[in-house]
């Protein structure tokens, strides 16, 4: 069964950028989008065993949820405690970065402006993954 990831961003782009990047990557792997913590939060809730994703990756700034509200949110379900969540935004405040590690992010990445900063993140989140 392939790999399957979460990315929760509501920039398309940057949803089609990752996805593009992880395909080149992890062929075959299955990326699940949305584009507010609200419907992930939903969806995860309603998932068990082998349909959990291998990694969340999140943006900091989205409609409804905030990245630190979403984790606050996985963090309440054992189910998900396990999985490693991803923050990635263009918000570059020290504060975000604490307070998102604080409330379970394993690690906050800024958005890349080069294609190879890119694949550079993406790989990491596969790494994570393998890891969990």
């Not at 490693?84 to 604490?98: C, E, G, H, L, R």
């Not at 604080?102 to 690690?107: M, Q, S």
Request: proline share 7%; with cysteine; aromatic share 10%.
């Amino acid at each position: 069964m392939p790999q399957k990831f979460v990315l929760i961003d509501d920039d398309p782009d940057d949803r089609d950028l990752f996805k593009e990047a992880l395909g080149r990557l992890l062929p075959g792997a299955e990326l699940v989008e949305f584009t507010d913590g609200r419907k992930a939060v939903e969806w995860l809730s309603g998932i068990t065993g082998e349909k959990l994703p291998a990694a969340i990756v999140m943006d900091y700034n989205m409609p409804h949820l905030t990245a630190p509200q979403l984790l606050d949110r996985l963090c309440e379900n054992e189910m998900l405690t396990h999985i490693p969540k991803i923050v990635w935004s263009t918000a570059v405040q020290p504060t975000y970065f604490d307070n998102c590690k604080n409330k379970g992010a394993l690690e906050y990445f800024i958005k890349p402006t080069t294609q190879e900063g890119l694949v550079w993140i993406v790989q990491q989140v596969i790494d994570f993954a393998g890891r969990a």
